[in-house]
């Protein structure tokens, strides 16, 4: 019997990933209950305010600001169980490209955290933005949406494995991956607000940042890939 | 396949004899570069004032003038700690393709020039800041893009600190420089790619007056020997200290 393919290992990586969650429903409900505090805060924080400001050119911002720290929740649960039952030392006994290994995780961190995202938002307008018209081009927040989290997630994914064995690990991960996630927010906040806003000009912030922000994708992908045999060997 | 034999940097080659000389040159250099700021080159755009006036259509004063000197030590200073970056993360490649930890101890060397280098570029940069702009900071996408820089090269030594075991802690330093070396080419191209007017392309500007090229270029040199020296004391100062090190646990065994 000839050894499977890659693309079956990495199924099989990424089957086993989220037949867990279902299951445990450990980082979706955490996430899920953490990010509705987070509105919570924002409730607080705006209290007096939000009335009186436009919300709409703040929303992209604070959207984001609850992307980040939700998903740096996941992402430090997210080798916590490979880690405390030794999964990861028997992943890594199988004869496997190590960046299958990345890939998969990073496909199963992108879907917890778009299926967080498909909550969130609508919660986000429910609680902020309902006053408000919506803006014809609010839709196209999906775009800046997506390419941050694949970003987020692939950055987050590497950062959480080198985090995994270092001491105070959540820290450390907030610590590494807030720096190195911030050209990409910077361009999906600048997007998403334009997207909100949806003035007449939108295009002109809209698509320069996303193509920005993809490139910033592609090289760090590419780099975390490539990396990460090292990493996770170590 | 012929095995090729890796050179190691140690302490006490070649470069060491070159290290002290380099740092007195750099400092004579900089010292040089110093004084021609003042009396070398001429004000930007070869304004000398008395009273605010009108220049290329901007209200300028004389304080403006002599915070424009600034430029001279901000600008190769931000250069030095791209190219101590650059060493960093070369070191890190060469300690990921070789497993030397040699490799590790320069690479981390490097980053702690970096370190310094950056301080050097935050501080003149922000009294430029205040003095220019009447604010310590401001959101500007250089400014931005270099402050994620400082962050990175601290979160690099949060991280060595917190891993005891030497292998583990020189592979996860090597792949936090690579990735902290990606910012190196954003940061450059920020204000090609969002033009602002705080942070000027000077080739895209007119470039430089002479005097004003001949005053950085100075600077810029005088800067990199002050570089290379440290590098070289730094890492022999390390060196000595992990060999002290491991005659300890010799005589310990």
Same mark, same amino acid.
């Given at each position: ?234 | ?27 004579? &250099? $900089? @010292?040089?570069?110093? /004084? =021609?700021?003042?009396?070398? %080159?001429?004000? *930007?755009?070869?304004?000398?004032? !008395?009273? +605010? ?89 250089? &400014? $931005? @893009?270099?402050?994620? /820089? =400082?962050?990175?090269?601290? %979160?690099?030594? *949060?991280?060595?600190?917190?891993? !005891?075991? +030497? ?87």
């Amino acid at each position: 019997m000839g050894r499977p393919s890659a693309f079956a290992q990495y199924k099989t990586l990424l089957a086993k990933d989220l037949r867990q969650e279902f299951r445990t429903r450990e980082m979706l409900t955490s996430m899920g209950i953490y990010a509705l505090l987070v509105i919570i805060v924002y409730g607080a924080a705006l209290a007096l305010t939000a009335r009186g400001i436009d919300i709409a050119n703040m929303g992209g911002g604070l959207l984001w600001v609850l992307i980040v720290f939700t998903s740096l929740l996941g992402l430090g649960r997210s080798f916590a169980h490979e880690k405390e039952q030794a999964c990861m030392d028997g992943i890594m006994l199988v004869p496997l490209d190590r960046s299958v290994i990345f890939l998969a995780k990073a496909t199963a961190n992108i879907l917890f955290m778009l299926a967080v995202e498909v909550i969130t938002v609508p919660l986000f307008y429910f609680f902020f933005m309902s006053g408000q018209p919506v803006a014809a081009t609010f839709f196209w927040v999906v775009a800046p949406l997506l390419v941050g989290t694949i970003g987020m997630a692939g950055i987050g994914t590497m950062l959480s494995t080198i985090t995994m064995n270092t001491r105070s690990r959540d820290v450390m991960l907030a610590i590494l991956f807030i720096p190195l996630i911030y050209p990409l927010l910077y361009a999906c906040v600048t997007a998403t607000t334009a997207a909100i806003a949806g003035t007449e000009f939108w295009t002109d912030f809209f698509v320069m940042p996303l193509v920005l922000a993809c490139g910033y994708d592609v090289v760090m992908l590419l780099v975390c890939w490539v990396l990460y045999d090292f990493v996770v060997s170590a | 396949m012929v095995e090729k034999k890796v050179r190691i940097p140690e302490a006490g080659q070649w470069p060491d004899k070159l290290a002290l000389p380099a740092l007195a040159a750099g400092a004579v &250099l $900089t @010292t040089v570069g110093f /004084l =021609m700021a003042f009396l070398f %080159a001429a004000p *930007v755009n070869g304004a000398a004032l !008395d009273t +605010p006036e009108l220049v290329n259509g901007v209200m300028v004063t004389h304080q403006q003038l002599i915070s424009q000197k600034i430029f001279y030590f901000h600008m190769p200073v931000a250069i030095v700690s791209f190219v101590m970056l650059i060493f960093s993360a070369y070191y890190g490649i060469r300690f990921l393709t070789t497993r030397e930890q040699r490799f590790d101890t320069c690479s981390r060397v490097a980053m702690e020039l970096t370190l310094l280098f950056v301080i050097f570029t935050m501080v003149t940069g922000d009294l430029w800041t205040r003095f220019e702009w009447g604010v310590w900071w401001t959101w500007e996408p250089r &400014l $931005t @893009t270099y402050l994620i /820089l =400082m962050l990175i090269v601290i %979160a690099y030594f *949060v991280m060595r600190n917190s891993i !005891d075991d +030497p292998e583990r802690r020189a592979t996860y330093a090597s792949v936090i420089s690579l990735i902290a070396f990606v910012d190196v080419p954003i940061c450059f191209m920020i204000t090609r790619l969002i033009p602002s007017s705080v942070h000027p392309v000077i080739a895209r500007e007119g470039g430089m007056t002479p005097d004003m090229a001949a005053t950085v270029l100075v600077v810029m040199i005088g800067m990199m020997l002050v570089a290379f020296g440290l590098y070289r004391l730094r890492f022999r100062e390390a060196r000595l200290a992990e060999r002290l090190q491991a005659l300890k646990d010799q005589l310990e065994d």
